[in-house]
């Protein structure tokens, strides 16, 4: 497609339970990165990938969560033991070089 | 303290305005400084990418470094009522893959 493609767009779930949120990026670009985004502030860094190795996780804020992206193109973020406080927008961006993003619509997460 | 500080707002402007918004920083490393827009449910939008000090103009826009006093700066000319949105600062250092944005500024410009 011609831009980043996110879904779902909207993922209600359960406290405890575990969910996977798709990236597929704009083809051809090796970086991929995930933030996420509660209301009123900016997007906070998760992890960013370059090809298909994390290049860089240190902003996964615990062990429930993790990512993926085993052939260099689409990847998948994995929440475990989902909690309230994970609800948020998570943003997947692309780029062919390092800085100039390109971000997704998000993925708006609501943990009940 | 947050690394990157941003005035949240909201600015409201009449159209035909210049506005300007701004932050500041605290990593005296960051090299390069990026504007994104931000339109109500959809992702930020890549406006203006520097690197370093100095001016960068494109259209309507002008983004400006200061280094020196860790302050940057996005200028709008003519501002028009679709120029309304969030305006989220980032910033990074060399070889880094992490950006880190401000919490950005909400802007209206009224017909």
């Known amino acids: 497609g011609a831009g980043v493609s996110q879904t779902p767009s909207n993922k209600v779930t359960e406290k405890g339970k575990y969910v996977e949120l798709r990236c597929d990026p704009i083809?051809?670009?090796?970086?991929l990165y995930w933030y996420r985004q509660s209301l009123g502030q900016g997007p906070e860094f998760l992890i960013y990938?370059?090809?298909?190795?994390?290049?860089?996780d240190s902003g996964l804020p615990n062990d429930r969560f993790f990512a993926v992206r085993p052939e260099g193109s689409v990847s998948t973020l994995k929440i475990q033991r989902t909690e309230r406080g994970d609800s948020a927008v998570y943003l997947c961006?692309?780029?062919?070089?390092?800085?100039?993003?390109?971000f997704g619509q998000g993925t708006r997460l609501t943990v009940v | 303290q947050k690394e990157v500080e941003q005035d949240p707002g909201p600015l409201s402007v009449p159209e035909g305005a210049i506005v300007s918004l701004n932050c500041t920083y605290s990593?005296?490393?960051?090299?390069?400084f990026m504007w994104y827009r931000q339109y109500s449910r959809k992702g930020p939008e890549l406006l203006m990418y520097?690197?370093?000090?100095g001016n960068k103009e494109d259209g309507r826009f002008t983004a400006q470094v200061d280094k020196s006093s860790k302050y940057i700066s996005l200028f709008i000319r003519d501002s028009q009522p679709s120029d309304s949105a969030t305006y989220l600062c980032?910033?990074?250092?060399?070889?880094?893959?992490?950006?880190?944005f401000g919490d950005g500024t909400t802007l209206t410009v009224k017909p």
């Open positions: 961006a692309s780029s062919l070089i390092q800085g100039s993003l390109f």
């Open positions: 083809s051809g670009h090796t970086a």
């Open positions: 990938f370059q090809g298909t190795g994390a290049a860089d």
């Open positions: 990593n005296s490393a960051f090299q390069y």
């Open positions: 520097t690197y370093s000090s």
């Open positions: 980032a910033m990074r250092r060399t070889n880094a893959g992490k950006s880190t």
